[in-house]
């Protein structure tokens, strides 16, 4: 059983549109994630829900929307798609002691 | 500030050599600091950590030294094997917050 599973793997889409990646971890965590992983591979923290209520939130643009209907499930909506939201997007779950990665979403802006 | 610097970026070495891999941070606050090993087109994955009450941890081939009062800790492989080739990346958890803040990586490669 797959621990942090995200969906799409791959995601190419134009400019301009509206996407979702939803993300769903069985480990029983009540923290979860979401990192930015950008060409050169620096990983970059987004945002971070603990237990449905939103506790980290980077400078981030307004148009990456995360949604987390309950501690299982963190999902990320991103409106009007740019050039430089090209990257991989990984979910994460667990604690500052340790987190389990998903697989990545490569999302590719044309 | 809230960088990890880590070095080098780059490193190959052939199949049986040891490989280090040094990390700096900045916040003296930190406590806990794992590192994670990145195999292409797959999500990072811890494969070592180690907290700052302690100075080594070994786990097999791999090791991590911690120096809390240079504020720099090291990942030591020994007897690489060509599965070892991967990103690895240092990270520390930032004081007084759940966050954990990624060094930019280091690409390793082990040639047969």
């Known amino acids: 059983d797959t621990a942090v599973s995200q969906t799409p793997k791959y995601l190419v889409t134009q400019m301009g549109n509206d996407k979702s990646i939803k993300c769903e971890q069985n480990?029983?965590?009540?923290?979860m994630y979401w990192y930015k992983q950008d060409s050169k591979k620096f990983l970059k923290i987004m945002f971070s829900?603990?237990?449905?209520?939103?506790?980290i939130n980077e400078t981030v643009p307004n148009r990456f929307s995360p949604k987390s209907p309950d501690k299982a499930h963190l999902n990320l909506h991103i409106n009007s798609l740019e050039l430089g939201d090209s990257a991989v997007y990984f979910c994460?779950?667990?604690?500052?002691?340790?987190?389990?990665f998903g697989s990545g979403t490569r999302l590719t802006v044309v | 500030g809230e960088n990890v610097e880590q070095h080098p970026s780059t490193l190959s070495v052939q199949e049986g050599d040891s490989a280090v891999i040094k990390c700096t941070y900045s916040?003296?606050?930190?406590?806990?600091f794992p590192w994670y090993k990145q195999e292409l087109g797959k999500g990072p994955q811890l494969i070592i950590d180690?907290?700052?009450?302690?100075g080594e941890k070994k786990d097999q081939r791999i090791a991590v030294t911690l120096n809390k009062t240079a504020k720099h800790f090291s990942l030591h492989i020994t007897e690489t094997q060509p599965e070892d080739s991967a990103v690895y990346f240092c990270?520390?958890?930032?004081?007084?917050?759940?966050?954990?803040?990624f060094g930019k990586g280091t690409k390793l490669t082990v040639n047969p």
């Open positions: 994460a779950s667990g604690s500052r002691y340790g987190y389990t």
């Open positions: 916040d003296s606050a930190s406590n806990y």
């Open positions: 990270a520390y958890v930032k004081g007084g917050s759940e966050k954990l803040v």
């Open positions: 829900y603990n237990n449905k209520e939103l506790i």
């Open positions: 480990l029983g965590h009540d923290t």
């Open positions: 180690i907290r700052s009450n302690v």
